[in-house]
């Protein structure tokens, strides 16, 4: 197992997400199959990918299309993809049973060291490996969207995933310039999603009292909270927010957060407020023009990972 | 008072908030006079605006540093500072009894159309107000630290603040370089705090209970929500993240957000916790690095600045 690194991986769903995969895994050098269930998305597969090399090119991002491109290879059936791998990044559709059978497809198929990683950003893999082969070698991998833009990566071993497998695959994925953790255990909505549901969760209640229109909550985050946050934690930044640090910190604001806390009951996001917040969102933003602004967004990010690439993070900075 | 535009301001308190504004006002080409109470921060004060001003100035942020510290000018007494401002920023400790007299001080010496506004983090005009001459141009400004380098700003009116006050605050803000939003009543915690601490309330519930390392917690945000959250807003970001936009990304999600807020009761930070979270912290970084850090992430700000300065983000990006 420690021996092994990946050289060889397959994508499994080529979606946005396993696009993005096939980009992470290619740009750190490693020979990438790609593999769809639907023919129509494995003929643009390379294309859409080429699209988005071309502008991480403008930005200094990679070194050369072609250089990329030539690591990367859509082959027609699922064996053809796994049979080789060191690693199987597995994107299909977000649904138990579909889940399932690709899984078992992929076991049959993979090689006896290999490992299988599921983009699933919910479904914990106890709930879709617990009858297949070697199930052993399974755990959820789970992206930020787009993986080839933000590094963050959640792994999340099923009870039955082998010990070293999470050291392993947190070690490959770090090497090929990935950030990953490790969940200890398969919660609701691993970390990445609670600490977002946390907030959103206020966020809404927030707009739901009229506290402050949808825009001037988005700003509170998008021009304050969210500057300091791109490269530091929530706990980093308390931990320079008091003169002693993080227990100082907690000594003068934990009575403020508790209160805060203590505000509020769960509440299910009312649909009313849904309703009016899809009315300002699409007053600002026609429902036509989404795609064009998650285009505007991963530019952006693009152009912060650029920022990051300038200054040569030391490895300390990512941990 | 539609005519005020601030031209001459100002701050009183000269710590590392009060500086911070004095470089935002100064950098705009206002007229600024710093008044501090202890001779001490008062003979220091330009030094150390220029130490960041020459930051500033490598990373291309202002033109030139003494084009911006000829604005700057260190007074003796209070009354000298405000009598001729436009508007004054009230900057000093944290307590209510210091912000009702120094708010006193100031409604004495400030010019009939004067504006002044406080950048307490935490307490409501209406607690140190009250009482004063002229409540009515008083509310709260308040600020991220540090304010030269993250734009957002609460504006946050007590309930006898003149109705037109708010507006031109937020008019001038704007002016100026930051993004100010409104508040609409005066809640605990303002909008900023709530939002950082319903994200820390489930941040310590994850460390408590063993879901993931300290700094495995502070990754899924430095490597990937707040990737995001730097450009845009909770709900921008939710917008994009369903094919029909924050509507449908409700009718998808709200039923797992719910069930991750019902699932938590809200609790103090436990002091042990707290204490293994310090332990922790003190490892990777020992108290005395806690000043040297924070010039590092003033550092990161300042970069990040500069790229949103490089590729001149549109007013309506900033809203």
């Known amino acids: 197992m420690g021996e092994n690194r990946f050289q060889t991986v397959a994508v499994v769903g080529a979606g946005l997400v396993g696009l993005g995969w096939a980009i992470v895994f290619a740009r750190a050098g490693l020979n990438v199959r790609i593999f769809d269930g639907i023919a129509d998305i494995r003929s643009r597969a390379l294309a859409r990918i080429s699209e988005s090399l071309a502008d991480m090119k403008r930005l200094g991002l990679i070194g050369d299309v072609d250089a990329v491109l030539q690591h990367l290879h859509v082959v027609e059936t ?10 199987v990044q597995e994107s299909v559709l977000e649904r138990i049973d579909v889940k ?3 899984c078992r497809e992929i076991a049959s ?12 950003s919910g479904i914990p893999a106890s709930q879709f490996t617990a009858d297949i082969p070697w199930r052993e070698r399974f755990l959820v991998v789970h992206p930020v969207n787009p993986p080839h833009l933000i590094p963050l990566v959640e792994l999340v071993a099923a009870p039955w995933t082998e010990a070293g497998v999470v050291a392993l695959v947190r070690k490959e994925m770090q090497r090929i310039g990935q950030s990953p953790i490790v969940i200890n255990s398969e919660i609701e909505g691993f970390v990445l999603n609670r600490l977002q549901g946390a907030l959103l969760n206020e966020a809404w209640a927030l707009y739901a009292e009229g506290a402050a229109s949808l825009a001037d909550i988005d700003a509170a985050v998008s021009q304050g909270l969210g500057r300091r946050w791109s490269f530091m934690g929530p706990f980093e930044t308390i931990d320079l ?3 002693e ?3 100082d910190y907690a000594r003068r604001l934990a009575p403020l957060y508790h209160s805060i806390a203590a505000s509020r009951q769960p509440e299910r996001w009312p649909d009313d407020v849904v309703q009016r917040a899809e009315a300002e969102r699409r007053a600002a933003l026609p429902q036509d023009g989404l795609a064009q602004r998650s285009l505007w967004r991963d530019q952006r990010l693009m152009e912060l990972n ?6 040569a993070v030391p490895t300390s900075d990512r941990a």
Chains 1, 2 share one sequence.
């Open 78 to 87: 699922l064996p053809e993809a796994v049979s080789d791998a060191d690693y």
């Open 245 to 247: 640090g993080i227990a």
């Open 109 to 120: 198929a993979m090689r006896p060291e290999a490992i299988c990683g599921s983009s699933t």
């Open 306 to 311: 650029a920022t990051f690439v300038a200054r």
């Open 100 to 102: 399932m059978d690709v």
């Open 241 to 243: 927010n008091a003169p």
